[in-house]
């Protein structure tokens, strides 16, 4: 089983930036690697993922043009950096990697479901 650990989170002012990281044990027994985030009292909404084979990323459209996921396979680490951040950014973020034999068509990426290990969470705060 993958294990996965976040960090990188923090408080920070409108506009400005953070980068995630999500180290795992191993990035080559998942085909997506993801970044999710939720606030209490609500569901896990997809921000973006990535495929691990073919480097292709995917975004949320509230996320699109100021979020940026990548992945260092050397060191087992997927990305994710945040700029132009909104209040509205403000969540939980949690790094999550795709069960084995899962389907990965249209937007599966974004679905919860899709993903089998999910890190312990980390806090995403945007505030003046």
């Known amino acids: 089983q993958v294990h996965l650990l976040e960090s990188g989170g923090g408080s920070v002012q409108p506009g400005g930036s953070l980068r995630l990281s999500c180290t795992t044990s191993?990035?080559?027994?998942?085909?997506?690697m993801a970044w999710f985030r939720q606030n209490p009292g609500k569901g896990r909404d997809g921000v973006a993922a990535?495929?691990?084979?073919?480097?292709?990323?995917y975004y949320a459209d509230s996320v699109k043009g100021r979020f940026t996921i990548s992945q260092d396979k050397d060191k087992a680490t997927m990305y994710l950096q945040m700029n132009n951040l909104k209040p509205e950014d403000s969540d939980k973020y949690y790094c999550?990697?795709?069960?084995?034999?899962?389907?990965?068509?249209?937007?599966?990426?974004?679905?919860?479901?899709?993903?089998?290990?999910w890190g312990q969470g980390t806090q995403v705060t945007v505030s003046s």
């Open positions: 191993d990035l080559s027994v998942t085909s997506f």
């Open positions: 990535i495929s691990v084979n073919w480097d292709t990323p």
């Open positions: 999550a990697a795709g069960s084995e034999g899962a389907l990965w068509y249209d937007d599966a990426w974004s679905v919860p479901g899709q993903y089998g290990c």
